[in-house]
């Protein structure tokens, strides 16, 4: 069993900051990426940010400048650092993980987190 827990999210004022944490128990023989995706009511899931196991990351445009991500590979835990979060940063944010199951694996598996509630309001 491959269980994602996401930790971090609340309720936190324009201009604050928030740090979502995912941590990935059971076992998994290799990672090739960690990542979070937001969903929005009435919107699809969108990528907000991934990092490899290298540590190469990327960004979607609207959180460029102001998201971070970041990971312990040996504790197979992903950070996500916002900061001047906006109101339109309220979603529901999903920890995702890319790898193989197994070292005999021909085929790589996304595991999801449940998912954290952030919610920019004053």
């Known amino acids: 069993q491959v269980q994602l827990v996401e930790s971090g999210g609340g309720l936190v004022q324009p201009g604050g900051s928030l740090t979502l944490s995912c941590a990935a128990s059971?076992?998994?023989?290799?990672?090739?990426?960690m990542g979070w995706y937001r969903q929005a009511p009435g919107k699809e899931r969108e990528l907000v940010a991934t990092?490899?196991?290298?540590?190469?990351?990327n960004y979607a445009d609207s959180v460029k400048g102001r998201f971070t991500i970041s990971r312990d590979n040996a504790k197979n835990t992903v950070y996500l650092q916002m900061n001047s979060l906006k109101p339109e940063d309220t979603a529901v944010y999903y920890c995702?993980?890319?790898?193989?199951?197994?070292?005999?694996?021909?085929?790589?598996?996304?595991?999801w987190g449940q998912g954290t509630q952030v919610t920019v309001s004053s």
């Open positions: 995702n993980i890319e790898g193989r199951r197994y070292y005999y694996s021909a085929r790589l598996s996304a595991y």
């Open positions: 059971g076992t998994i023989f290799s990672i090739n990426a």
């Open positions: 990092i490899t196991n290298g540590g190469s990351t």
